[in-house]
T-cell receptor
């Protein structure tokens, strides 16, 4: 069965600190997709990144970076020089591939609430 | 606004009443999904449509729940004979067939009293 575990329920940091959000997944599929979403207090889930299982290259987008390691089934997310606006709940999610593309049926972790204090 | 739109944003209903929510996806998106999110949890998949066809339903979707997507455009999610356990945020998302990024609406928060 597919499963996503985000062991950190809440993290609190002071502005400008770096913070890493952990994500561990379980799947029997050889082809799958991993995602990170941000949910600010307004409630709308905001897509951050998608990574397929064949692409283990790390990715950097501004202050955000992602470390995908198949050997440990982890897809961790790091925010560098955190800002107050980064305060939100962050979800890691997994989906399996069907018909040549992601089914889109996302299995979410329970989320990590990040609080960035000024 | 070209994002996913959900209405109403909030709904309070008495136990036993029926409620209906609406989702308008991004116009060119063929796939539409419904998720449910309870406090402190991640979203849980309920069902999804490819155009007007409902292709998968989660076991979470009891007989009291029904979803439609007439003409492959907007979708409705109806809950009959609501129970307190139905209280949750109901999220709608859409995506292009050949892409996997799902874009979410702001959700409908249902409170059953």
């Amino acid at each position: 069965a597919q499963k996503v575990t985000q062991a950190q329920t809440e993290i609190s940091v002071v502005e400008k600190e770096d913070v890493t959000l952990d994500c561990v997944y379980e799947t029997r599929d050889t082809t799958y997709y991993l995602f990170w979403y941000k949910q600010p207090p307004s409630g709308e889930l905001v897509f951050l990144i998608r990574r397929n299982s064949f692409d283990e290259q790390n990715e950097i987008s501004g202050r955000y970076s992602w470390n995908f390691q198949k050997s440990t089934s982890s897809f961790n997310f790091t925010i560098t020089a955190s800002q107050v606006v980064d305060s939100a709940v962050y979800f890691c999610a997994l989906s399996e591939e069907k018909d040549g593309g992601s089914q889109g049926n996302l299995i979410f972790g329970k989320g990590t609430k990040l609080s960035v204090k000024p | 606004d070209t994002g996913v739109s959900q209405n109403p944003r909030h709904k309070i209903t008495k136990r036993g009443q029926n409620v209906t929510f609406r989702c308008d996806p991004i116009s060119e998106h063929n796939r539409l999904y419904w998720y449910r999110q309870t406090l402190g949890q991640g979203p849980e998949f309920l069902t999804y449509f490819q155009n007007e066809a409902q292709l998968e339903k989660s076991r979470l979707l009891s007989d009291r729940f029904s979803a439609e997507r007439p003409k492959g455009s907007f979708s409705t999610l109806e809950i009959q004979r609501t129970e307190q356990g139905d209280s949750a945020m109901y999220l709608c998302a859409s995506s292009l067939r050949d892409y996997t990024e799902a874009f979410f609406g702001q959700g409908t928060r249902l409170t059953v009293v």
